[in-house]
């Protein structure tokens, strides 16, 4: 399904895993729940939609479908950096195992998740006939 504004349409999504910090088997057990209702909260904010969504034992895995006005690293970085924050306030205890308020490790993964040839095809028909009806403006002949 392509998600669209006036005169664009996109669909932008991405396969991202991310770990914590020591890749420490936190997720998965008695915070998984509090973790995924941050994390969607997130998106929500953004309006990333989550098309699908696992906490295994120690990453996540995600397939998002976001606005083309942000950049795989903005999300991340946004993802990351509040989660963190939240995760902390919301459970201070695990200030101590974790310090300086870093939850999650450095890196992630990504990669694009790709369309058919046939979405592609039906995309350019489309924008090929809204052009033609657009176009029923006689150019003059002599402009000057």
């Not at 399904?1 to 396969?15: A, F, G, V």
Request: with cysteine.
């Amino acid at each position: 399904m392509d998600l669209s504004q006036e005169h664009t349409k996109w669909n932008c999504r991405y396969h991202i895993v991310w770990a914590p910090k020591f890749r420490r088997k936190i997720i998965y057990g008695k915070y998984r729940k509090e973790i995924g209702a941050i994390i969607r909260k997130l998106c929500n904010f953004k309006d990333i939609e989550i098309v699908e969504a696992n906490a295994c034992i120690d990453h996540i895995h995600m397939c998002l479908r976001t606005p083309p006005k942000y950049s795989v690293a903005q999300i991340m970085g946004y993802l990351k950096g509040k989660s963190s924050l939240m995760i902390f306030e919301q459970f201070p205890n695990l200030k101590y195992k974790y310090g300086n308020r870093h939850f999650w490790c450095k890196g992630y993964y990504v990669s694009t998740v790709g369309v058919n040839e046939e979405t592609i095809k039906k995309y350019i028909r489309e924008q090929e006939d809204a052009d033609k009806m657009t176009d029923n403006v006689k150019e003059p002949d002599n402009p000057f």
